[in-house]
Antibody, heavy 117, light 112 residues
């Protein structure tokens, strides 16, 4: 059974940094593109970033380039998102998702990131 | 970015009756590889999104056959043939043809 478990969310002050993680199981992690998708309260999902199997190709949503960094460790079946210079509008549930054929077929349960003073 | 526009935004339905959600894209969704990457997701209250349909009309494993997707170019539709209580939630279309992949605003399905 495919499982994606996010962790590391919490309350952070504006301008602060946070690193969230996702641990995958139930499939060969190194065979798949992986992604972060976020959903602000009461809003629809928003793609954040996609990373290729070996990390050699990464796509970011333009509005987040330079502040967020996606990375992965295939030996640990883990996906990461480093978030810097956080703003109130970054408050959202952040989902880890498996990407396949230009879609997301499995999602984690999400981790809530709240940016507030 | 490609804008995905759904209608209606709210859809009250009687149990056992059909429902239809429309999704329009601001650009054509045929990829250079010939495929059309239009997906539908269901998000039940308090849950993560779950994919129902990929590449316009392919149902995911475990998705009831009362759900169907159709369309082409810039106009797409999700149909539920007979709504059941467990179908309550928000439905999103999403295009994966052009990066940044984008979602519609969502259609809230509720029981009358």
């Amino acid at each position: 059974e495919v499982q994606l478990v996010e962790s590391g969310g919490g309350l952070v002050q504006p301008g602060g940094s946070l690193r969230i993680s996702c641990t995958a199981s139930g499939f060969t992690f190194s065979d798949h593109w992986m992604s972060w998708v976020r959903q602000a309260p009461g809003k629809g999902p928003e793609c954040v970033a996609n990373i290729k199997q070996d990390g050699s190709l990464i796509f970011y949503v333009d509005s987040l380039k330079g502040r967020f960094t996606i990375s992965r460790d295939n030996a640990k079946n883990s996906l990461y998102l480093q978030m810097n210079s956080l703003r109130a509008e970054d408050t959202a549930v952040y989902y880890c998702a498996r990407a396949i054929r230009h879609s997301y077929d499995y999602w984690g349960q999400g981790t809530l990131v709240t940016v507030s003073s | 970015d490609v804008v995905m526009t759904q209608s209606p935004l709210s859809l009250p339905v009687t149990l056992g009756q059909p429902a239809s959600i429309s999704c329009r894209s601001s650009r054509g969704l045929v990829h250079s590889d010939g495929s059309t990457y239009l997906n539908w997701f269901q998000q039940r209250p308090g849950q993560s999104p779950r994919r129902l349909i990929y590449e316009v009309s392919n149902r995911d494993s475990g998705v009831p056959d009362r759900f169907s997707g159709s369309g082409s170019g810039t106009e797409f539709t999700l149909k539920i043939s007979r709504v059941e209580a467990e179908d309550v939630g928000i439905y999103y279309c999403m295009q994966g043809t052009h990066w940044t992949w984008t979602f519609g605003q969502g259609t809230k399905v509720e029981i009358k």
